[in-house]
């Protein structure tokens, strides 16, 4: 008796690890360039439309536009019939019906929104509102704000724990998680971190410890949910993003986006925080996101305009599925359509954009690192870059193959990092294109081009 019971949970056990994402799911990615929601069937990885709410850059700097602008953040609720979408810049929380894509309601908020999620009991919305103090409270039936929780400058994300009962808010802008009673929307307790910068937090599926990340410096902190106290740090690397945990047949693992390697990073969550594997991936990994059976992780290329997918068991990429441009946070929403093909109020994917990416590296022996993407918007051109461990509070050059005028000019902050964007032709400053020609990304110093600082191609 007592072996058949052994041989029936083996057998249920193997038969959740092996089994596959459903057709009635979805996965969403969150597209800040082109200011759509990209909509994937996980069960064949295949984009399947966008869910649009703004156009693409440039069109936004019309001052006709009504638009969102930055499509960015993503949530949803408890019973996964609908999604929230956080739009930075227009300072919106957009709620969309999952079974039709239909834009039910937009809530406009407090300056520079990040990330919002339901709380367990669906009523409510809470959204971080990064470039103010508070988190934002949404009735999610109305669409109206109804309150505003105090909390440090610059809240990055909201999670809630698995009962309910608290809700855990990592920073921007402060070495700071805050913990909230639920019920009574009261500051439990502060906790000190490693650094200032924290996108994105996530709770493990025990619901025992928060798990946040650091951008700014590549680590990712744990946070033990009962004693509200650090339990540990890990250094995953430079540009880490967001993280998504995963039962396996080995144990629960961490999947860890580092931006600055174009890596997953999957880690044991028991206390020891080993190291398991690296899988690479395409550029710029940012969201990431589980299946719900543990056996499929979906994440968001930012630079590479495209999802990826692992598969747990071998922790291989089995697939790649383009998506709009500049993908964000991204989440994996099981049952999101119980009836019909879900295809309403969808946009169809039309030709991308060409764009091409760069991972620069030091030439100056300081050990400084960037990455560089440049997209073909039809007759101009959008660059981004991204750089860090430069000298601090400098002002330096993007070239394309030596040759002035700059596609790209920026000055560093104080931790020698910066972020900046340019619109242009820069084609015309390229060679003619071709399979055979790279172009040459030099970072310098103005007025010393001889000299770069990073490079890359």
């Known amino acids: 008796m007592n072996r058949s019971i052994l041989m029936l949970s083996a057998l249920l056990l193997a038969q959740d690890a092996s089994a596959d994402p459903s057709s009635k799911d979805r996965v969403y990615a969150a597209d800040q360039n082109s200011n759509t929601v990209s ?24 001052a006709l536009y009504k638009g969102q602008v930055n499509v960015h953040g993503l949530g949803f609720s408890p019973n996964h019939r609908t999604i929230v979408v956080v739009s930075t810049i227009t300072n919106s929380v957009t709620f969309v019906d999952t079974a039709t894509n239909h834009v039910k309601g937009t809530a406009y908020i407090g300056r520079n929104p990040h990330e919002a999620f339901f709380t367990p009991d669906g009523n409510e919305v809470w959204a971080t509102v990064r470039g103010e103090d ?28 698995v009962d309910g009962e608290r809700a855990v808010v990592c920073n921007s802008f402060n070495p700071v998680v805050e913990v909230f009673d639920v019920k009574t929307r009261r500051l439990l307790k502060s906790i000190p971190v490693v650094s200032p910068f924290s996108p994105f937090i996530q709770v493990t599926p025990d619901g025992r410890e928060a798990w946040l990340t650091h951008k700014d ?39 860890v986006t580092v931006g600055g390697e174009n890596l997953v990073k999957v880690y044991s969550a028991d206390q020891a925080s080993d190291l398991v594997t690296t899988i690479a991936v395409g550029a ?5 996101w589980g299946s719900d059976d543990g056996s499929r992780i979906f994440l968001a290329l930012e630079n590479g305009d495209g999802v990826d997918v692992v598969e747990t068991a071998t922790n291989t990429k089995i697939a790649h599925i383009p998506s709009g441009q500049a993908p964000q946070a991204l989440i994996y929403v099981s049952n999101a359509v119980p009836e019909g093909n879900g295809l309403q109020n969808l946009t169809p994917r039309k030709d991308a954009p060409e764009n091409s990416t760069a991972l620069l590296k030091s030439q100056d022996g300081r050990g400084g690192r960037g990455l560089i993407v440049s997209r073909n918007l039809g007759l101009i051109d959008t660059v981004d870059v991204s750089v860090y461990n430069l000298r601090p509070a400098t002002d330096y050059e993007v070239l394309f193959d030596g040759k002035l005028p700059p596609v790209a000019a920026f000055t560093t902050d104080a931790k020698g990092n910066a972020v900046a964007s340019a619109l242009g032709p820069t084609r015309k400053i390229t060679p003619a294109s071709n399979q055979d020609t790279k172009t040459v990304v030099s970072v310098v110093v103005p007025g010393d081009t001889s000299r770069p600082v990073l490079l890359g191609e």
């Open 39 to 62: 909509v994937v069937d996980p069960s064949t990885n295949r984009l399947l439309g966008y869910i649009k709410l703004g156009d693409p850059r440039p069109y936004v700097l019309s």
């Open 134 to 161: 508070y988190i934002s409270v949404i009735d999610a039936s109305t669409y109206l704000e109804t309150a505003r929780i105090p909390t440090t400058s610059g809240p990055g994300m909201v999670m809630f724990s």
């Open 217 to 255: 410096v590549g680590k990712v902190t744990r946070v033990d949910l009962k004693s509200l106290t650090v339990a540990g740090v890990i250094d995953t690397g430079p540009i880490t993003n967001h993280l998504a945990f995963a039962k396996t047949a080995e144990g629960l693992r961490a999947y």
């Open 284 to 288: 710029l990994p940012h969201g990431i």
